[in-house]
């Protein structure tokens, strides 16, 4: 130790005894680099001698070791590979006298380190939470060692491959392929190409899917192989359960879907079109609740059929349903009409009073009609009924509870007449509580012609006749837009079916407004340009009929709307023809 400090050699072999009297691999370096001591367990174990210069043996950890001669670092601990065992050293200085005259590494081996971490309750416990994770996993996991040998696997890889894990745990991948336990192994070809491999195995006519993570160190080495698996035979049958049972699920709906048809038919509801299917769907949804609803939609388009069908789909069916036209009854009545009267509430008024349509509906339904034409005194106790449910009659002290359910319908913007202050913005929202937006007949293209042949029958089975229609009238009466909707369209198989002369109905049956709007549809074509082919004739023809579109219309929306076409449809036709 004469590097370090002057001593006697007495006291250096009271140094070296009290090294080895440690058991530790303790090593003494001097700022030279060179190994001034060396413990008894240090001489056994590292194979080196004191005298070894550690600047040219282990270069690398020279330069840690340095930081702590020169006072860079106070202290450290650096990873060392020696002898072929890996240690966990611990520098520090040596300082005699303020200054620092050694550093003293003190060696751990690591597997000593893994023993002793293994002893830590921390260590227990989270070896205890993995252990339970991994056999816990629905998908089976076994892990290997670098060399495809298997250490490790969870009850559900047992149960896949109906072998208990001691039976596998020990043997090599390789020899457990070449003894037919599985026909490929992942975990081996990971252990070959250090990367991640997924297989679709063969295991007892099953379908496995197999995945194998190789695991490194800090020092990038393969240290572990973890596989997870999975039978997809399982997956497959649980997908076959699925559409089977999605199938059935399919037949409930159909068959429900068949038995509103039937009911819809027996209202002579007819629903084609998307649209009107929905209107449909929506009302026998509402029927089985007790919520106002608002039908909102033009003149003729069906609203009291609408709410036909919500009262006959409802627990009130067997109650009666009580029809009123609020626009159909004078102002001075309508209070009366609706909520009823005492003995001389008015001059006129019977002499045992009357009772209102909100008592002939108790139990039942209460249609109100054009409920925009309802005035401002009758909307406030329609909102008073709404909310607590009575009634008081006019001239009358006290109120009465009546059960009714209202529905409630309209054709004008009711959001519009509530701004103009004609409507009550409390009653909007009491009546609107689940709204039913009825199309107009326009659009329901796909529903003309079967309504057109409904009527045709109908009114053809009153008259005793046997009424049709050529396909140039029926062509007119598809491409008429009806302002008045079914009401109109109705009307006009009703006059057709008495006033046509012959069986065949034709264009000079129909009513002028039908022909007239028919001729106006119609595209000029003055003459035909020589040379020119059906299909160049056609196409200059739809093109002069897209530019006058483009001009006439706002939009491509209503220019498909206006030729009962798709928008998509007029958005690639001025692209092919290069208009603007």
Known sequence: MHNICMHTDTQTIQLQALADATARIMVVIDPNGSITLLSKLAQERLNIRTGTSLKAELPGFWRQVSKILDGSLASCEIPLQIANREYLVGVNPFIVDGQTRAAVCILVDESQLDTMARGLPSFQTLSRELDTIIDSSYDGLFVCDANANVIRMNPASEKIHALAATEIIGQNMRDLTDAGFIDRSAALEASISKKRVTLLQNKDGRKLISIATPVFDEQ??????????????????????????????????????????????????????????????????????????????????????????????????????????????????????????????????????????????????????????????????????LEDGRITRLGETKSRTVNVRVLAATHQDLEKIVERGEFRLDLYYRLNVIPIQMPALRERYDCIIPLIKHYIEIFSKQTDSHKRLTRAALDAMTAYPYPGNVRELKNICERLVVMAETELIDLPDLPIQITSHTQEKQFPVDQLIPGMSLQQTLDQVEKDLLNKALQQFNNQTEIAEALNVNQSTIARKIKKHGLT
């Open 220 to 385: 990038d080495k393969l240290i572990r192989i973890v596989v997870s698996e999975r039978d997809s035979t399982e997956i497959d049958n649980l997908q076959h359960e699925l559409e089977k049972q999605e199938a059935i699920k399919d037949g409930f709906r159909n068959q429900m879907l068949a038995m509103q048809q039937a009911d819809l038919e027996s209202q002579q509801i007819i629903a084609r079109s998307p649209e009107m299917v929905r209107a449909l769907q929506q009302s026998i949804k509402v029927a089985k609740a007790d919520s106002s609803v608002l039908i909102l939609g033009e003149t003729g388009v069906g609203k009291g059929l609408i709410a036909d069908l919500i009262h006959k789909n409802s627990p009130r069916e067997e109650q009666p349903l009580i029809k009123i036209n609020c626009g159909a009854i004078p102002e001075s009545l309508i209070e009366a009409e609706l909520f009823g009267y005492e003995k001389g509430a008015f001059t006129g008024a019977l002499t045992s009073g009357k009772p209102g349509h909100f008592e002939l509906a108790d139990k039942g339904t209460l249609f109100l009609d054009e409920v925009a034409e309802l005035p401002l005194p009758a909307q406030v106790k329609l909102l008073r009924f």
